[in-house]
């Protein structure tokens, strides 16, 4: 009993940290073939569109039972295509041409301000109080701020490689290079600054998300529908933006790979994970892995590639995780509290449930 107990506690905390793995490779991959030429406006749309064509008929088998809202309705229709935009036509666009500016390791920094974004936003648009005496207050505006100190940091200051090359190594290395982490000369501010602005979008989706499910609750055919409303956006948009016609002919080699893996796994696997994880540990489960992504990229960035990953970036990096955490662990207290005060008042609406639970 206390062993499975023990691998139940266990074996979704490996999942998760594989999960963060996997995603870091797939960058390290998206990165490689735009370096040789692949058009990241391309990618973006074969992935979304094989990854709907998953999600459609596996949301249906899902959700087998009927819904009492109407799915297309005006105001849920708007809602797909607000989430299609924000979730995937700007954020996917803009993260994968500052993936071809910058490296993956700020792909992670950058992702680190998700909670930092949310948190402003939800400041500003005056869903959540300015409590300046609350804790849980005070966690989020500390670790916006470290968050934000730690991506600039990774933007102003790369500082030295980690590994750096001898110049029998940089050649060798140039003429057999199967990967791609990092690749020079780069536009290293303007990566950043898309990749931010793309994290900026997902908090954005997050909010209309959390409306949607209120509206809607069968997760996965939002899912499905927000994801062919952002693929037809992404379209249109890249064959305004990539008219040559030879950057969408599909050959069969690493970039067909990258795309029917990239899609199955956003789409099917990530989904499924986020989901049981969720039901079984919490809604704050799956986000902590997040930070664990800097692992990640720094092993295989110094692990397998010369010249490819800076101290400064990694610094920064560590430093946003913490001001993460820190946001995370704020946004958990405030939940705790506000569980505690619904449940107190529904108490003292109820004081006879309160006495028959004393008897």
Request: aromatic fraction near 14%; proline fraction near 4%.
């Amino acid at each position: 009993m206390g062993v499975g107990s023990k691998l139940g506690e266990v074996a979704p905390f490996t999942v998760m940290v594989i999960m963060e793995g996997c995603t870091i490779a797939l960058t390290i991959m998206a990165k490689t073939v735009m370096s040789r030429g692949m058009s990241p406006f391309v990618f973006v749309v074969y992935t979304n569109a094989l990854g709907t064509l998953i999600l459609l008929p596996f949301s249906f088998l899902y959700h087998r039972e009927r819904a009492e809202q109407p799915l297309f309705t005006l105001p849920v229709f708007l809602r797909f295509f607000f989430l299609g935009l924000t979730g995937i036509a700007l954020s996917q666009n803009l993260a994968f041409v500052g993936l071809s500016y910058s490296s993956p390791i700020v792909v992670c920094a950058m992702g680190l301000l998700i909670p930092a974004f949310s948190f402003i936003l939800s400041v500003v648009l005056r869903r959540s109080k300015v409590e300046w005496r609350c804790s849980s207050f005070q966690f989020k505006v500390i670790g916006t701020l470290v968050s934000i100190m730690g991506a600039v940091s990774v933007v102003i200051y790369k500082g030295p490689y980690i590994r750096p090359s001898s110049s029998s190594q940089k050649l060798q290395h140039s003429e057999h290079q199967l990967f791609v982490f990092y690749s020079s000369p780069d536009n290293w501010i303007l990566g950043c600054m898309l990749l931010a602005a793309s994290f900026f979008c997902v908090s954005l989706w997050n909010i209309i998300q959390l409306g949607t499910i209120k509206l809607y609750p069968q997760v996965m055919k939002i899912a499905s529908f927000y994801s062919l409303a952002g693929t037809v956006q992404c379209a249109i948009f890249s064959l305004i933006v990539e008219r040559d016609l030879n950057a969408w002919k599909l050959r069969l080699n690493m970039e067909l790979l990258l795309i029917v893996i990239t899609a199955i796994f956003g789409s099917v696997v990530r989904s499924s994970v986020q989901i049981s994880c969720t039901r079984m540990k919490g809604p704050f489960y799956v986000p902590l892995f997040q930070p664990f992504r800097i692992f990640w990229a720094t092993f295989f960035g110094v692990g397998f590639f010369v010249n490819g990953l800076h101290y400064g970036s990694v610094i920064g990096a560590v430093i946003s995780g913490l001001g993460y955490y820190t946001v995370s662990w704020g946004q958990m207290r405030g939940d705790e509290k506000q569980e505690e005060s619904v449940r107190y008042s529904s108490d003292e609406k109820n004081p006879l449930l309160q006495e028959d639970s004393e008897v």
